[in-house]
T-cell receptor
């Protein structure tokens, strides 16, 4: 079964610090990769996604992620965090081999980011 | 608000009772997903509809769970004879369905938080 690992369960940073959240997945075939964010009191929303092409993808609010196939990783980064980035971040994977049609997302357990002003 | 809506937002019930949740997807989105999220975990897939057809069910969806999408618009998720282990957040997501299910963004609703006493 596919699994997604997020190594850090809770990250605490000061404003302007740089952020990197780790994500690794276990599936050996082709995958589509996503980062979702859940701000306090709000629903899950998409930050960015990767299907193919340039392994460095840019999302909303200054976030970016890099797909490293050899490491089965899709880490999320932001050079300078803000207090408003306080949220829970979820990495998710969809196996995308030929013939697969189901858009079933496999989520990691999430990383809670707290940014102090 | 034209996003995904879910009703009720909170439900407290006694063990053994039946509960039903409703999801209204974004208008004209023809794919609909249900996920369940327990405390400290990421969402886990339950089931998926393409229009009114239920195309995939997770093994998490025991015989006590049933989901419908009778007219290809809103969906209901019913849990019969609730157990304490059913306590979780139940999330609904919709997807436009023009392009592939593996790539289109899933838009999540706010969820229904269920507590079984």
């Amino acid at each position: 079964a596919q699994s997604v690992s997020q190594h850090n369960h809770h990250v605490i940073l000061s404003e302007a610090a740089s952020l990197e959240l780790g994500c690794n997945y276990s599936y050996g075939g082709t995958v589509n990769l996503f980062w979702y964010v859940q701000y306090p009191g709000q629903h899950l929303q998409l930050l960015l996604k990767y299907f193919s092409g340039d392994p460095l993808v840019k999302g909303i609010k200054g976030f970016e992620a890099e797909f490293i196939k050899s490491k089965f990783s899709f880490n999320l980064r932001k050079p300078s965090v803000q207090w408003s980035d306080t949220a829970e971040y979820f990495c998710a994977v969809i196996p995308a081999d030929r013939g697969s049609t189901l858009g079933r997302l496999y989520f990691g357990r999430g990383t809670q980011l707290t940014v102090w002003p | 608000d034209t996003g995904v809506s879910q009703d009720p937002r909170h439900k407290i019930t006694k063990r053994g009772q039946n509960v039903t949740f409703r999801c209204d997807p974004i208008s004209e989105h023809n794919r609909l997903y249900w996920y369940r999220q327990t405390l400290g975990q990421g969402p886990e897939f339950l089931t998926y509809f393409q229009n009114e057809a239920q195309l995939e069910k997770s093994r998490l969806l025991s015989d006590r769970f049933s989901a419908e999408r009778p007219k290809g618009s809103f969906s209901t998720l019913e849990i019969q004879r609730t157990e304490q282990g059913d306590s979780a957040m139940y999330l609904c997501a919709s997807q436009e369905g023009v392009a592939g299910a593996l790539q289109e963004t899933q838009y999540f609703g706010p969820g229904t938080r269920l507590l079984v006493l």
